[in-house]
């Protein structure tokens, strides 16, 4: 099957600061890149997504940066909140297979108040 | 705006029992997806329906089957009930990509309890 995999389980950060969560890929075949932030008791929520022709991708207080390269992609969140704590999960789809989504280990993301 | 629907919310059986778990996606979505999300683990596939026809498998263990009926509903059949299938089951569905956009919007999910 396909590889998606986090580096880094858990990332403690203070409200106010940025913070970087990372992702790492193995199938030089994934096309497009999602990002879901999943509170506890509750369904995975989008956050924001990538096709592989782009390099950056922003939206509100997040940018989503893809190194095809390497492999590699983040979420990037600026001024975290407390709301943020959560978990976040990264999935990627083939370009043989948008609808078919696998997700890769979540970090657990903590904002310290 | 209406999100995709699952029920129960929770759910208790004993080992060996049946479960089944539905979804009512949201209205205009074309496509279900089931995950299965272990504790502390990521939402794995299971299986998709595009326009009622099973148009993706995953690691859905034979046991279990599915099916997406005529008002695009889903269900989720789960027998001979084993403790490793205790677990929260997510629904989602998607456009599949008619809007632009491949995003797929999940349920809050069932969770399932196996003694």
């Known amino acids: 099957g396909e590889s998606v995999g986090l580096h880094l389980p858990t990332l403690s950060v203070q409200e106010g600061d940025n913070s970087i969560i990372n992702c790492a890929y193995s199938?030089?075949?994934?096309?497009?890149f999602i990002w879901y932030k999943q509170e506890s008791g509750k369904g995975p929520q989008f956050i924001i997504d990538i096709r592989s022709n782009m390099d950056k991708r922003q939206g509100q207080r997040v940018t989503v940066l893809l190194n095809k390269t390497v492999k590699h992609l983040s979420l990037q969140i600026a001024a975290t909140q407390p709301g943020d704590s959560a978990v976040y999960f990264c999935a990627e789809a083939t370009r043989y297979n948008f609808n078919k989504f696998y997700f890769g280990s979540g970090t657990k993301l903590n904002v310290k108040p | 705006a209406a999100g995709v629907i699952q029920s129960p919310r929770h759910l208790i059986k004993e080992k060996r029992e049946t479960a089944t778990l539905k979804c009512y996606p949201i209205p205009r979505h074309d496509t279900v997806y089931w995950y299965q999300q272990g504790p502390g683990q990521d939402p794995q596939f299971l299986i998709s329906?595009?326009?009622?026809?099973?148009?993706d498998k995953g690691s859905i263990p034979d046991r279990f089957s599915a099916q997406q009926f005529s008002d695009y509903h889903s269900e989720l059949n789960m027998s001979s009930l084993e403790l490793g299938d205790s677990a929260l089951y997510f629904c989602?569905?998607?456009?599949?990509?008619?809007?632009?956009?491949?995003?797929?919007?999940f349920g809050p999910g069932t969770r399932l309890t196996v003694t």
């Open positions: 329906f595009y326009e009622k026809m099973q148009s």
């Open positions: 989602a569905s998607s456009d599949s990509g008619t809007s632009g956009s491949y995003e797929q919007y």
């Open positions: 199938n030089s075949a994934s096309d497009y």
